[in-house]
């Protein structure tokens, strides 16, 4: 399984951007699949997750309100669309993916893409 991460850029304050993650694997609907995100010098934080046929999403500590994950299995894509941007939403984010159920710690995850690097400016 490979992930490539991408849509990360530099962004204002209340921004929105849409990460993208493009999944080289046989059969994509196997797994489940989640973004991370991780700031320097801290442990890698779970956003968003979402299960093999996308009809159930899980969710980090208050990141429903603006956050969204969504995946397009004909595709072999996984998306997280973020909305109002925060300056503390600045991170590396890293799609990955698991063949369990779902997953929402690191632990849970198999596999990993080379992140995307998101910067918030005020």
């Known amino acids: 399984v490979q992930l490539q991460a991408s849509g990360g850029g530099l962004v204002q304050v209340g921004d929105s951007l849409r990460l993208s993650c493009a999944a080289s694997?046989?059969?994509?609907?196997?797994?489940?699949m989640g973004w991370f995100r991780q700031e320097p010098g801290k442990e890698r934080e779970f956003v968003a997750g979402?299960?093999?046929?996308?009809?159930?999403?899980f969710y980090g500590d208050s990141m429903m309100d603006r956050f969204a994950i969504s995946r397009d299995n004909a595709k072999n894509m996984v998306y997280l669309q973020m909305n109002s941007l925060k300056s503390e939403d600045t991170a590396v984010y890293y799609c990955?993916?698991?063949?369990?159920?779902?997953?929402?710690?690191?632990?849970?995850?198999?596999?990993w893409g080379q992140g995307t690097q998101v910067t918030v400016s005020s």
């Open positions: 990955a993916a698991t063949v369990e159920g779902y997953g929402t710690s690191v632990g849970d995850y198999d596999y």
């Open positions: 694997v046989k059969s994509f609907t196997d797994y489940a």
């Open positions: 979402l299960t093999k046929s996308g009809l159930t999403t």
